[in-house]
């Protein structure tokens, strides 16, 4: 490419940049107090160069409650996990996503599909609001924005194993981060809850839904008192998958940031 084509590409990435960040500001201004703005719109400027925060923590409005449910105890939320991960070897959905502010008032959606494959494996791609992928493998995690056309890349060391993705992809282990509990129906609808023992990371709490052993919703509140909503659907378990699903061609034109060694 010409260097008046490679400075007219960088211009456009800066404006999407600013533009971005300046309706985010506007979306704000008239829905939050000016002592709470800037909080705010930190979280959601974060989470657009980082969409895989939402992802990870990727029960609120919609949450999945059990009818006439019983409590769990940890045992018994350690044993529902075990559940799901003795039975799925490869997991296939779509999602809708949802982040609702502390009056319940939705603030972002997203929509798209995730494909888990154990151990290890997980790819996020999100259609709407705009096209982003998330690939993680055990070695790194892939983050793509078509529209920025910017590539990320770093380190997986310990990125998984701290959140709850890592149960997702096959560590139990995780849950030893969390105090559990939840609820349980006798059509083994289950609500299961984790509260961080650690309160300086970005949630205070995660939720999961299960429908036996299948997982059905994903839930996050944030520290600014946010509420994300991901809801799966058609979902498949153990169906074959392509064999390049978690591979991902860094396209031609797009800026590569490797942070893999910070």
């Given at each position: ?6 400075s007219?590409?960088t211009a456009?990435?800066?404006w ?5 960040q300046?309706?985010l500001?506007d979306r704000y ?7 709470c703005?800037?909080?705010?719109l ?11 925060a939402?992802?990870?923590g ?6 999945l ?14 044993e529902?996990?075990?559940?799901y991960l003795?039975s ?8 809708d996503?949802?982040?609702?502010d ?5 603030v972002e ?18 259609e709407?609001p ?6 993680a493998?055990?070695e790194r ?7 920025l ?7 997986a ?23 559990l ?16 023992f650690?309160n300086?990371g970005?949630?205070?709490?995660i939720g999961l839904?299960?429908d ?8 996050l509140f944030?520290r600014f ?7 799966f ?16 061609e860094i396209p031609?034109?797009?800026?590569v940031?490797d942070?893999?060694?910070?």
């Amino acid at each position: 490419c010409s260097a008046g084509s490679g400075s007219a590409t960088t211009a456009r990435r800066d404006w999407l940049n600013r533009w971005r960040q300046q309706a985010l500001l506007d979306r704000y201004s008239q829905m939050a107090p000016a002592r709470c703005l800037h909080r705010r719109l930190l979280t959601r400027i974060n989470a657009l160069r980082l969409p895989v925060a939402a992802l990870f923590g990727v029960l609120a409005l919609s949450v999945l409650v059990p009818a006439a449910a019983a409590e769990l105890d940890a045992q018994g939320v350690r044993e529902i996990v075990q559940e799901y991960l003795d039975s799925t070897r490869n997991y296939a959905a779509r999602f809708d996503q949802r982040v609702y502010d502390e009056r319940g008032t939705v603030v972002e959606e997203g929509s798209g599909k995730l494909w888990l494959r154990r151990p290890g494996m997980l790819r996020w791609h999100y259609e709407l609001p705009w096209e982003r992928e998330i690939i993680a493998s055990e070695e790194r995690i892939l983050m793509y924005d078509a529209e920025l056309e910017q590539v990320t890349i770093r380190s997986a060391e310990g990125a998984l194993t701290a959140t709850p993705a890592a149960l997702l992809v096959g560590d139990i282990t995780a849950l030893d981060r969390y105090e559990l509990s939840g609820q349980e129906d006798a059509d083994d609808v289950a609500t299961l809850r984790l509260r961080p023992f650690d309160n300086t990371g970005d949630f205070t709490e995660i939720g999961l839904g299960f429908d036996g052993a299948r997982l059905v919703q994903l839930l996050l509140f944030d520290r600014f008192g946010q509420r994300t909503v991901i809801d799966f659907s058609d979902v498949s378990v153990n169906e074959a998958m392509e064999p390049d699903i978690f591979e991902f061609e860094i396209p031609p034109n797009a800026d590569v940031i490797d942070e893999s060694d910070i």
